[in-house]
């Protein structure tokens, strides 16, 4: 009798299946085990001992947030609070948040919440990008606090006539129709003073997120390197 090839026995095939499933299964699990951990948001007891997270916790809203090139990594990465020189936060220099810079972690949490209800009841994602997730249709809102147009020197701080990034961002999103900046204008929404308020501290936080450089390019298209 003729011997059987392994690869027309189904025995062998049906073992490998198991194999590969099983295998399949555990590195699952491991993966979802560590994403989770990466993208736990952290806490102000993190901040102020220097502990990087992929997810600031809420009180980074009292820090200065850059965007700054790593060498290492290849492309840029939030700063917080100043660049030790090597590419790393610092977690020192602040910078006040709506006339405060000092935030407590209850109050900075419960005002993230509230930005980020706003942004789903407004359904934001449904022109505009956050995170990967939405639109194209409109601007992507993950690095908008670093955008240099709502900077000191950007148009759009002139536009609104205000003092500080957050209080131009604040009134733009209440009165979008007030400040036109391009052909697809942002509708009136109806949102409120505290709800802008919540949804631009939102937008600070998910400035300060370690993306992996998402989303590509911004730096260049938009000149944001460093904040400028």
């Not at 299964?25 to 102000?44: C, E, H, K, P």
């Not at 308020?197 to 390019?217: C, Q």
């Amino acid at each position: 009798m003729a011997n059987k090839s392994v690869w027309s026995d189904n025995r062998f095939w049906q073992r490998s299946a198991a194999w590969v499933t099983g295998f399949a299964s555990v590195l699952l699990i491991w993966l979802t085990f560590d994403t989770s951990a990466q993208i736990s948001m952290g806490n102000d007891a993190d901040l102020q001992n220097g502990v990087t997270k992929r997810v600031p916790g809420p009180t980074v809203i009292n820090y200065k947030i850059t965007y700054e090139m790593s060498q290492k990594r290849g492309h840029e990465v939030p700063i917080i609070g100043g660049n030790d020189g090597k590419g790393m936060s610092l977690f020192q220099e602040k910078e006040t948040f709506f006339g405060r810079d000092d935030w407590s972690e209850e109050e900075a949490a419960e005002l993230l919440h509230l930005g980020k209800l706003g942004t789903q009841a407004k359904n934001c994602m449904n022109c505009h990008t956050l995170l990967g997730n939405g639109a194209y249709y409109a601007p992507d809102l993950t690095k908008a606090w670093l955008d240099p147009a709502w900077g000191p020197n950007g148009s759009m701080q002139a536009m609104t006539g205000k003092d500080t990034k957050e209080e131009a961002m604040a009134e733009f999103l209440q009165h979008p129709s007030q400040y036109p900046t391009h052909e697809r204008m942002m509708p009136n929404l109806g949102i409120t003073a505290e709800e802008a308020k919540g949804i631009v501290a939102f937008l600070k936080h998910m400035s300060s997120i370690d993306t992996n450089g998402f989303p590509r390019n911004f730096a260049k298209i938009q000149g944001a390197v460093h904040g400028k």
